[in-house]
């Protein structure tokens, strides 16, 4: 299925998060989930977008749920807007503030945005299904070299999360990125 076409059955969900369809957007780090999410974005009309880089931390890189279900979650399942501090990652601590409408749907993404935490909160998780190595290199090449000694550390920590919570396994949907835009696979909930 094309972009337009998982944007209408997305719509078509049931809400899984109050009146929110939450739908996560997962992959290895580089794999281009923010553009993808982006493009889905405008398929669903201008979707928001929570992105898990914002939550993050340099000393917490994984250790954001509790700051998600609080400041995104919760609100989001009250029907209420959503607002959550952003880490601004040159500066190493919170400045800025996201603000996220209680859209019919509302798009997560980043890495562990399909993880066992979450899940119950999800209508759809889809695994941006792009090689690990080949991800690597794109991220590295967005980052610069300022960046490569982050990039080891960051590989070793998604690496250790995968192994222990992985979400390419329970993803409904598989993407692959093709020359000309994507194309959305059906997967059976448990395959590899």
């Given at each position: ?80 807007t959503a607002r959550h ?21 509302v798009l997560l993404e ?60 329970f993803a409904d949907l ?19």
């Amino acid at each position: 299925m094309d972009l337009e076409e998982l944007a209408q059955r997305l719509r078509a969900l049931p809400p899984s998060c109050g009146p929110v369809r939450l739908v996560a957007v997962d992959g290895h780090a580089g794999a281009g989930k923010t553009t993808f999410a982006g493009a889905l974005s405008r398929a669903l009309a201008g979707a928001p977008v929570v992105h898990l880089d914002d939550l993050a931390t340099h000393d917490e890189l994984f250790g954001w749920t509790g700051r998600l279900r609080d400041e995104v979650l919760e609100p989001l399942r009250e029907g209420a807007t959503a607002r959550h501090r952003v880490y601004d990652w040159t500066a190493r601590r919170f400045d800025g503030l996201a603000v996220i409408p209680p859209a019919p749907v509302v798009l997560l993404e980043g890495v562990g945005a399909g993880r066992r935490a979450l899940r119950p909160w999800l209508a759809r998780l889809l695994w941006l299904d792009v090689a690990r190595d080949t991800a690597r290199a794109r991220g590295e090449l967005r980052d610069g070299p300022d960046l490569a000694g982050f990039w080891s550390g960051w590989m070793r920590a998604q690496e250790a999360h995968f192994a222990t919570d992985p979400s390419r396994p329970f993803a409904d949907l598989l993407v692959k990125q093709r020359p000309d835009g994507y194309e959305v696979h059906t997967m059976s909930v448990g395959l590899p």
